[in-house]
């Protein structure tokens, strides 16, 4: 009796460990897209990889969109959920695209984020937790907010 107890236990410990490997969470949260590390190296480029996966930043005025001016729709490099319109994208001249606000508001994660000693929201994919990039405060109206993201977590699908 007291071993069929002990196997359970095992059985169930190892089951949570497995599933917890191939969960992304930020804050808890699960997301409906999850893959590997490996399955993601597969899809992206690294420095897509290293931007989404691994909370990297793209250095400023080298990325693909923060001089785009096409009108058209931003999605999710990952899980191609769609993210931000061209209508709020705005010039903040720090040489990454810079939205005012999101298409909606459940694709967007905030966490708030203290690394290198600096008060900020990470801003993270709804549906595979990709990290995106990060919202400030010193945004244009209506809103106020700056959405600054990396050229290299989005693709832009002209419209
Ligand atoms: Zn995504």
Redo the contacts with the bound molecule.
């Keep these: 009796m007291k071993s069929t107890f002990f196997i359970a236990i095992v059985f169930l410990f190892t089951a949570c460990n497995a599933q917890t490997k191939k969960t992304n969470s930020v804050a808890g949260k699960k997301?409906t897209?999850t893959k590997t590390d490996e399955e993601w190296k597969k899809q992206l480029s690294p420095l897509a990889f290293n931007v989404?996966r691994k909370e990297g930043t793209e250095q400023a005025f080298t990325g693909k969109y923060w001089d785009n001016h096409e009108k058209g729709i931003y999605?999710?490099?990952?899980?191609?959920?769609e993210?931000f319109s061209s209508d709020t994208k705005f010039e903040s001249g720090t040489g990454w695209p810079s939205f005012y606000q999101p298409l909606n508001k459940t694709c967007l994660v905030d966490e708030s984020d203290n690394t290198f000693g600096m008060d900020r929201t990470k801003v993270?994919?709804?549906?595979?937790?990709?990290h995106?990039g990060h919202v400030f405060d010193d945004g244009p109206k209506p809103t106020g907010l700056r959405y600054c993201m990396n050229s290299a977590?989005l693709n832009f699908t002209k419209k």
Excluded at 75 to 81: D, L, M, N, P, V
Excluded at 124 to 130: L, M, P, V, Y
């Design positions: 997301f897209v989404t999605s999710c490099i990952c899980c191609g959920q993210l993270t994919c709804s549906r595979c937790g990709a995106l977590s």
